[in-house]
C-alpha cells in the first residue's frame, strides 16, 4: 500500500499566482490534507481556461482517488461550470483560497466562492519556500480598479486592495533570512499601490522603506509597472538606488494611440516613450521588457505598424507577445475582430521585433563586468535579467558573483568569474 501524498498544486497564469500557491501549498499541509491536486486558474484567455479543463481531466484519469480541488481566477468568474465538472470535488474562489481556515474546514459544499468585489483588504502571506531558493515573490497588492476594455481580471480578483507596509517588511525580513537575495514585488496592478492605506502611502514610499529597513536584502526587483502612474519616490530610486534593479516591465498593450483609447488603458504612446527615455537617462544601464497585444479589435496595419515601431523607439528587450483572445464578457468581445490568422501573424512579427532587440541587448553586455545571481547549473541572471552561464567555477544557488561577460550563446550570455 502507498503511503498518503503531500497536496499536488497545479498553478496556471501569472507571478501573483506561482506566489498564491505557495501560500495554498503551506495552508493544505498544515490543514492535513493529503492525495489532493489543486488547480490555481487563470481567466486571461479563453485558451487558458481551455488548457485548465483538459489538465483537470487528465488529473482525473490518472489519479482516480485523488481529490481534485479548483481555485483561482477562472473558478472565481464562473464556478458553476467548475463545479459541474464531474472531475471536480470542490471549487475555492480566489480571496478564500488564501485563507487558513478554508483549508482546514471540512468540505461542506461543493462550490465554495464569496463576492470578490466585496472583498476589502489583502492580507500578506508568509511563504517559507520558493522553488530554486534564489529568487522570491512577494505579494503587495491584489485586484485592480481599472476596466481595460480586453480585461476580465478585475472580476476574477476584485478591486485593489494593498498589503501594509509593516507586514511587507517583515515578510521581506522573513525571506532574506530563509536565505532568498532577490525578491520581486507582485501584484495585479502594482502601481495603484497604497492609496487604500492609511496615509495613502505609494509604490515608491513602500519600496524605499522596505529597502530602509532590511539593508540585508541585495536585490529588488518590480513586475508590472503601468507608464504614466510612476510616482515621485519611485523616479528617486531609479535614479539613486542601486538595490533596485535596473530592470522594469511596462504593461504597454500597444503603440497606437487609437488602440490604446479603445483598450480604455491610461497611457498614450508618447507616455510610454517619455517614460522609457526619463528611466534610461537616470540609469543608463535600465532595460525594459513589456506586455503587448497583437490583432486588437478594430486594429489596422496602420495601427499595428505604430506598435511594431515602438519596439524600437522604446527600446524594448523582453517582450511579451500575446495574439489578442476574445474573453467573452468583455467590451472588447463586442467589437469588430481582426481575423485570427492576421493575429498570429503580427504577434510572430512583433515577437521577431523582440529577438532582434534581444540579439542586440546581450551583444551589447560583451565586455561589461556584471553581478549574477546563480541559480542552478552554473546559470544564473544578471541585475537586467540577462541569463548568463558560467564559464568557470561553480557556486551554489543564490550566490553572488562578479562576473565578466565575454561572449552570446543564443538567448544567453557567457561569462568568467571575475
Same mark, same amino acid.
Given at each position: 500500500?502507498?503511503?498518503?501524498?503531500?497536496?499536488?498544486?497545479?498553478?496556471?497564469?501569472?507571478?501573483?499566482?506561482?506566489?498564491?500557491?505557495?501560500?495554498?501549498?503551506?495552508?493544505?499541509?498544515?490543514?492535513?490534507?493529503?492525495?489532493?491536486?489543486?488547480?490555481?486558474?487563470?481567466?486571461?484567455?479563453?485558451?487558458?481556461?481551455?488548457?485548465?479543463?483538459?489538465?483537470?481531466?487528465?488529473?482525473?484519469?490518472?489519479?482516480?482517488?485523488?481529490?481534485?480541488?479548483?481555485?483561482?481566477?477562472?473558478?472565481?468568474?464562473?464556478?458553476?461550470?467548475?463545479?459541474?465538472?464531474?472531475?471536480?470535488?470542490?471549487?475555492?474562489?480566489?480571496?478564500?483560497?488564501?485563507?487558513?481556515?478554508?483549508?482546514?474546514?471540512?468540505?461542506?459544499?461543493?462550490?465554495?466562492?464569496?463576492?470578490?468585489?466585496?472583498?476589502?483588504?489583502?492580507?500578506?502571506?508568509?511563504?517559507?519556500?520558493?522553488?530554486?531558493?534564489?529568487?522570491?515573490?512577494?505579494?503587495?497588492?491584489?485586484?485592480?480598479?481599472?476596466?481595460?476594455?480586453?480585461?476580465?481580471?478585475? $472580476? &476574477?480578483?476584485?478591486?485593489?486592495? +494593498?498589503?501594509?507596509? @509593516?507586514?511587507?517588511?517583515?515578510?521581506?525580513?522573513? /525571506? %532574506?533570512?530563509?536565505?532568498?537575495?532577490?525578491?520581486?514585488?507582485?501584484?495585479?496592478?502594482?502601481?495603484? $499601490? &497604497?492609496?487604500?492605506?492609511?496615509? +495613502?502611502?505609494?509604490? @515608491?514610499?513602500?519600496?524605499?522603506?522596505?529597502?530602509? /529597513? %532590511?539593508?540585508?536584502?541585495?536585490?529588488?526587483?518590480?513586475?508590472?509597472?503601468?507608464?504614466?502612474?510612476?510616482?515621485?519616490?519611485?523616479?528617486?530610486?531609479?535614479?539613486?538606488?542601486?538595490?533596485?534593479?535596473?530592470?522594469?516591465?511596462?504593461?504597454?498593450?500597444?503603440?497606437?494611440?487609437?488602440?490604446?483609447?479603445?483598450?480604455?488603458?491610461?497611457?498614450?504612446?508618447?507616455?510610454?516613450?517619455?517614460?522609457?527615455?526619463?528611466?534610461?537617462?537616470?540609469r543608463p544601464d535600465m532595460v525594459f521588457g513589456a506586455d503587448i497585444i497583437a490583432g486588437f479589435p478594430t486594429e489596422t496595419d496602420e495601427m499595428f505598424a505604430n506598435t511594431l515601431r515602438i519596439v524600437d523607439e522604446c527600446d524594448l528587450t523582453f517582450l511579451h507577445v500575446f495574439p489578442y483572445s476574445e474573453r467573452p464578457g468583455t467590451p472588447a468581445a463586442r467589437m469588430p475582430q481582426v481575423?485570427?490568422?492576421?493575429?498570429?501573424?503580427?504577434?510572430?512579427?512583433?515577437?521577431?521585433?523582440?529577438?532582434?532587440?534581444?540579439?542586440?541587448?546581450?551583444?551589447?553586455?560583451?565586455?561589461?563586468?556584471?553581478?549574477?545571481?546563480?541559480?542552478?547549473?552554473?546559470?544564473?541572471?544578471?541585475?537586467?535579467?540577462?541569463?548568463?552561464?558560467l564559464a568557470d567555477g561553480s557556486f551554489d544557488a543564490g550566490t553572488l558573483v562578479t562576473v565578466k561577460i565575454e561572449g552570446v550563446d543564443g538567448q544567453h550570455l557567457i561569462g568568467r568569474v571575475a
Amino acid at each position: 500500500m502507498h503511503g498518503k501524498k503531500d497536496p499536488e498544486i497545479v498553478t496556471f497564469g501569472c507571478r501573483l499566482n506561482t506566489y498564491e500557491s505557495e501560500v495554498m501549498r503551506t495552508h493544505a499541509k498544515n490543514a492535513g490534507i493529503e492525495d489532493a491536486i489543486i488547480f490555481n486558474t487563470c481567466a486571461v484567455t479563453k485558451e487558458a481556461e481551455r488548457q485548465a479543463r483538459q489538465a483537470i481531466r487528465r488529473a482525473r484519469r490518472d489519479n482516480p482517488n485523488a481529490r481534485i480541488i479548483v481555485t483561482g481566477c477562472a473558478a472565481q468568474i464562473d464556478p458553476a461550470s467548475f463545479g459541474g465538472m464531474p472531475e471536480v470535488d470542490q471549487v475555492i474562489g480566489n480571496d478564500l483560497k488564501l485563507k487558513a481556515e478554508t483549508w482546514g474546514a471540512p468540505p461542506t459544499e461543493k462550490v465554495v466562492v464569496n463576492d470578490i468585489m466585496a472583498v476589502r483588504e489583502t492580507a500578506s502571506h508568509l511563504v517559507d519556500g520558493f522553488e530554486g531558493q534564489t529568487r522570491a515573490f512577494l505579494q503587495v497588492q491584489n485586484g485592480c480598479d481599472h476596466r481595460c476594455t480586453f480585461c476580465i481580471i478585475p $472580476y &476574477g480578483r476584485g478591486n485593489s486592495r +494593498s498589503v501594509p507596509i @509593516g507586514e511587507i517588511v517583515e515578510q521581506t525580513r522573513h /525571506l %532574506v533570512k530563509a536565505g532568498f537575495r532577490e525578491i520581486v514585488l507582485t501584484g495585479v496592478d502594482v502601481t495603484s $499601490y &497604497g492609496p487604500d492605506l492609511p496615509g +495613502s502611502p505609494t509604490l @515608491g514610499q513602500m519600496i524605499r522603506r522596505v529597502l530602509a /529597513l %532590511v539593508p540585508d536584502l541585495p536585490r529588488l526587483r518590480l513586475s508590472s509597472l503601468d507608464p504614466v502612474e510612476i510616482d515621485d519616490d519611485l523616479w528617486r530610486l531609479i535614479a539613486e538606488e542601486p538595490r533596485l534593479m535596473p530592470h522594469l516591465h511596462v504593461s504597454l498593450q500597444a503603440g497606437d494611440d487609437m488602440v490604446l483609447k479603445r483598450m480604455k488603458r491610461r497611457h498614450l504612446r508618447q507616455d510610454a516613450i517619455d517614460m522609457c527615455k526619463r528611466a534610461r537617462d537616470l540609469r543608463p544601464d535600465m532595460v525594459f521588457g513589456a506586455d503587448i497585444i497583437a490583432g486588437f479589435p478594430t486594429e489596422t496595419d496602420e495601427m499595428f505598424a505604430n506598435t511594431l515601431r515602438i519596439v524600437d523607439e522604446c527600446d524594448l528587450t523582453f517582450l511579451h507577445v500575446f495574439p489578442y483572445s476574445e474573453r467573452p464578457g468583455t467590451p472588447a468581445a463586442r467589437m469588430p475582430q481582426v481575423e485570427k490568422q492576421v493575429r498570429k501573424d503580427r504577434a510572430a512579427q512583433l515577437r521577431e521585433a523582440g529577438e532582434r532587440q534581444m540579439q542586440k541587448f546581450l551583444q551589447h553586455q560583451v565586455g561589461m563586468v556584471r553581478t549574477v545571481l546563480m541559480e542552478k547549473d552554473n546559470m544564473g541572471r544578471t541585475e537586467q535579467f540577462a541569463e548568463v552561464k558560467l564559464a568557470d567555477g561553480s557556486f551554489d544557488a543564490g550566490t553572488l558573483v562578479t562576473v565578466k561577460i565575454e561572449g552570446v550563446d543564443g538567448q544567453h550570455l557567457i561569462g568568467r568569474v571575475a
